[in-house]
């Protein structure tokens, strides 16, 4: 008599940028949250979790601390080790979601309710976590099923989505300090570097669009880029220029920081004047 053997692997906590990386669309990548930024008012928030695929989802909410820190030449990268921001900064061990637990139908939708309850000696300023949404689908998928004697392999996507959280306690505001901007020439064979040091100077993150405008000799604009992101800490920041974009010359880079971005509403986000910092620039 023939016989079948069903194997099950589970793909642990794969976040949904890996799974862009690799081309790989699991059903779990189908559950969506909304907002992608939380802000606490008055101590409470919520989001909401919606099943877009067509098998139940098990969702578990937890949270844990951090934040985008960069090297000295401002690559960008999550650091999750600063223990003593966490203490200062840090909410984990102040905020609840309820429920934690729950299973998703497809085609259903549940609100998370988050709840914070600072500490009475807690200074004025913005406070932050990390609320980590890990959904897996109750149904795998079966990759191989042909005759008697086939082996089945089933697979269990335990996939890991994060949104910020921030609380704000007090009056708060962003506020930044562009300074020693330089350009490193050839940093690769594609690129230029430019890289500069960014300081918060008020009590709450930068979110936002930072620009980096080239104006050559003639004052006219002709290179420009993009990037909405970030800013926690003091550090390092950079853009990366096509070295065919820029000719040998005299440049003004133009750094430009504004706390506006599409994802984060005007009237909740942290109010910051922009700020613009010139550099002149010489290519040879």
Same mark, same amino acid.
């Given at each position: 008599? /023939?016989?079948?053997?069903?194997?099950?692997?589970?793909?642990?906590?794969?976040? @949904?940028?890996?799974?862009? /990386?690799?081309?790989?669309?699991?059903?779990?990548?189908?559950?969506?949250? $909304?907002?992608?930024?939380?802000?606490?008012?008055?101590? &409470?928030?919520?989001?909401?979790?919606?099943?877009? $695929?067509?098998? +139940?989802?098990?969702?578990?909410? /937890?949270?844990?601390?951090?934040?985008?820190?960069?090297? $000295?030449?401002?690559?960008?990268?999550?650091?999750?080790?600063?223990?003593?921001?966490?203490?200062?900064?840090?909410?984990?061990?102040?905020?609840? =979601?309820?429920?934690? !637990?729950?299973?998703?139908?497809? /085609?259903?939708?549940?609100?998370?309710?988050?709840?914070?309850?600072?500490?009475?000696?807690?200074?004025?300023?913005?406070?932050?976590?990390?609320? #980590?949404?890990?959904?897996?689908?109750? =149904?795998?998928?079966?990759?191989?099923?042909?005759?008697?004697?086939?082996?089945?392999?089933? @697979?269990?996507?335990?996939?890991?989505?994060?949104?910020?959280?921030?609380?704000?306690?007090?009056?708060?505001?962003?506020?930044?300090?562009?300074?020693?901007?330089?350009?490193?020439? +050839?940093?690769?064979?594609?690129?230029?570097?430019?890289?500069? #040091?960014?300081?918060?100077?008020?009590? !709450?993150?930068?979110?936002?669009?930072?620009?980096?405008?080239? &104006?050559?000799?003639?004052?006219?604009?002709?290179?420009?880029?993009?990037?909405?992101?970030?800013?926690?800490?003091?550090?390092?920041? +950079?853009?990366?220029?096509?070295?065919?974009?820029?000719?040998?010359?005299?440049?003004? &880079?133009?750094?430009?920081?504004?706390?506006?971005?599409?994802?984060?509403?005007?009237? @909740?986000? &942290?109010?910051?004047?922009?700020?613009?910092? +010139?550099?002149?620039?010489?290519?040879?």
């Amino acid at each position: 008599m /023939g016989f079948r053997i069903r194997t099950r692997l589970a793909v642990g906590l794969v976040s @949904l940028m890996g799974f862009i /990386g690799l081309g790989i669309a699991p059903a779990a990548a189908q559950v969506t949250i $909304s907002p992608t930024t939380v802000f606490i008012q008055n101590n &409470f928030g919520s989001f909401i979790v919606i099943n877009n $695929s067509n098998t +139940n989802q098990d969702i578990q909410v /937890g949270f844990e601390f951090g934040y985008p820190e960069a090297d $000295s030449l401002g690559n960008v990268s999550l650091s999750r080790t600063d223990t003593t921001l966490a203490l200062t900064k840090g909410i984990d061990s102040q905020i609840r =979601a309820f429920p934690r !637990a729950f299973t998703l139908a497809p /085609g259903q939708r549940q609100t998370v309710r988050l709840t914070v309850r600072p500490e009475n000696a807690q200074p004025n300023g913005v406070y932050w976590t990390r609320a #980590r949404i890990t959904s897996t689908p109750q =149904a795998g998928v079966i990759t191989a099923t042909e005759g008697n004697d086939a082996v089945a392999t089933q @697979l269990n996507f335990i996939f890991n989505q994060t949104i910020g959280v921030f609380y704000r306690k007090g009056d708060v505001a962003a506020g930044v300090a562009i300074s020693n901007g330089r350009l490193i020439a +050839n940093h690769d064979e594609a690129n230029h570097l430019f890289v500069y #040091r960014v300081e918060m100077t008020r009590t !709450a993150p930068f979110l936002g669009r930072i620009q980096l405008l080239v &104006f050559n000799s003639e004052n006219r604009e002709v290179f420009k880029d993009v990037q909405i992101t970030s800013v926690y800490t003091n550090g390092m920041r +950079n853009f990366n220029i096509p070295v065919d974009a820029l000719a040998p010359g005299t440049y003004t &880079f133009r750094v430009v920081y504004e706390a506006e971005r599409a994802d984060v509403p005007r009237a @909740l986000n &942290f109010p910051m004047e922009p700020t613009v910092m +010139n550099f002149p620039v010489t290519i040879r």
